[in-house]
């Protein structure tokens, strides 16, 4: 069990980080995530929690210039269109995609669902036969996810709790990130699917990111609700 001291540290460390994190439109070019601290990113993305631990994303890694380039007419966040820079497409260390699963895979009771329970999670069919009923009725009484758009809409929820990760992990190591909803879907999936061979049936675009460091400090200093306005205690 940590000290008092040391937990006084560990917290401390965690406020300085989310203040440190911010969206990052533009990084120094000339500089890389070591392998070993990006590595470190990774490893909080697969150790993140997901819903039934069913691990509803993908991680499509980006650093070919020539493949980032194939997003920059339509990826409107990324390319720096609004700023007048090459944005995070050109200047990120490491720039990606999290591709949510579709209803394909993440519908209850699926071929691929039961094949994760056996080879990744480990369960025996005892447990596996709970695991379908517990899913299927969540799908399909609890939270009413039935139907592609919504089954793919719960993988995405699962991506950002992913990502949110990747930021805090990176922002402890001083590293900068950002986030990026800015993009055309439609477009995006025609080109992982014709570049990158990703089958759409089995996967949709939920959010692009970036890492690396910053070029220059935020023109404004962070701004939130005040704890007051944003919890209430009951």
Not at 10 to 31: G, M
Not at 45 to 56: K, M, V
């Amino acid at each position: 069990m940590k000290d008092i001291a040391t937990l006084q540290d560990v917290q401390a460390q965690i406020i300085e980080a989310f203040t440190f994190r911010h969206a990052c439109k533009l990084f120094d070019a000339e500089r890389k995530v070591p392998d070993d601290q990006f590595d470190t990113i990774l490893e909080a993305a697969r150790l993140s929690p997901t819903s039934f631990g069913h691990e509803p994303f993908q991680i499509l890694m980006i650093q070919n210039p020539d493949k980032r380039e194939l997003f920059r007419d339509f990826a409107w966040g990324a390319n720096g269109s609004m700023h007048g820079t090459s944005g995070q497409l050109g200047t990120a260390s490491h720039f990606g995609i999290i591709l949510a699963h579709t209803s394909e895979t993440m519908t209850a009771g699926s071929p691929y669902l039961q094949s994760f329970y056996r080879d990744v999670k480990l369960l025996p069919e005892e447990v596996i036969e709970l695991f379908n009923g517990a899913y299927g009725k969540f799908q399909a009484e609890d939270f009413d996810i039935q139907g592609d758009r919504q089954i793919t809409d719960w993988s995405a929820r699962q991506a950002y709790i992913v990502l949110a990760n990747m930021m805090t992990a990176g922002a402890l190591m001083g590293i900068d990130s950002c986030p990026i909803e800015g993009f055309e879907v439609a477009r995006t999936q025609d080109v992982l699917q014709e570049h990158f061979g990703v089958d759409p049936k089995a996967y949709r675009p939920a959010v692009m990111f970036a890492f690396g460091y910053r070029a220059a400090e935020p023109a404004f200093g962070k701004t939130r609700r005040e704890t007051d306005k944003m919890v209430q205690w009951f």
